[in-house]
């Protein structure tokens, strides 16, 4: 049963260009958020998605945003990358939307902006 | 606003030495409360919950941690501690709502020395 993936593993972008980032939540999974974490810090809430909708949205401007597909799987796009986007991209699913469905934590993605 | 602090942000203890990690939280009502561990490289992993009932809440590799509503704390324990346990940790509260938003505090990381 293959857990969270993402893709790619690592990417690095130049000021203002734009980056999608792919989540496959794990088997029987319906509901996918993402999260940024900065070096050194915890991660934050970008969004959450579910039956293809955005459910809720963290304190992150409009250059975010997202997307999810009928077998559930999950895109982040960023547009005009800052300097200060570079961190680690967590992608998370569960069976559900509330708090008491366990979320799964795929490995990230490493988004280096130059 | 919600929030959660991590007051430690390293710790050192030896092989075999018992821990205690610490976690504040801000939050209305009961929270929901959980604790992570993430490896160098990895996404985070779930070590315990807690929503209801037990305030001592036992978790997997031998963890366990201690609701305590008048400290408006969450403290992660482990009572012998393996080299293996070196990673960063993370507490986190979740909305009692039917949301799945996390909230994460600064995070811990816990050196080993042998």
């Known amino acids: 049963d293959a857990g969270v993936t993402q893709s790619p593993t690592h990417l690095i972008k130049t000021r203002g260009q734009q980056v999608t980032l792919r989540c496959s939540p794990k088997?029987?999974?319906?509901?996918v958020s993402w999260y940024q974490q900065a070096l050194g810090q915890g991660p934050q809430f970008i969004f959450q998605?579910?039956?293809?909708?955005?459910?809720q949205r963290g304190n992150f401007p409009d250059r975010f945003s997202g997307h999810q597909f009928p077998n559930y799987s999950s895109e982040l796009n960023v547009n005009a990358l800052l300097l200060g986007d570079s961190a680690l991209y967590l992608c998370?699913?569960?069976?559900?939307?509330?708090?008491?469905?366990?979320?799964?934590f795929g490995p990230g993605t490493r988004l280096t902006v130059t | 606003a919600q929030s959660v602090t991590q007051p430690d942000i390293h710790i050192t203890v030896s092989e075999g030495a018992s821990l205690e990690l610490r976690c504040n939280y801000s939050?209305?009502?009961?929270?929901?409360l959980f604790w992570y561990v993430q490896s160098p490289g990895q996404g985070l992993q779930l070590l315990l919950k807690y929503f209801s009932g037990d305030t001592l809440v036992q978790g997997i590799k031998g963890f366990e941690a201690e609701f305590k509503r008048s400290q408006s704390s969450f403290n992660l324990r482990k009572p012998s501690v393996h080299w293996s346990d070196a990673a960063e940790y993370f507490c986190a509260v979740g909305a009692t709502s039917n949301t799945g938003k996390l909230i994460f505090g600064q995070g811990t990381t816990l050196q080993v020395k042998p």
């Open positions: 998370a699913s569960s069976l559900g939307l509330g708090s008491t469905y366990e979320q799964y």
């Open positions: 998605y579910y039956e293809e909708e955005e459910r």
């Open positions: 088997s029987g999974h319906d509901t």
């Open positions: 939050y209305g009502a009961t929270p929901y």
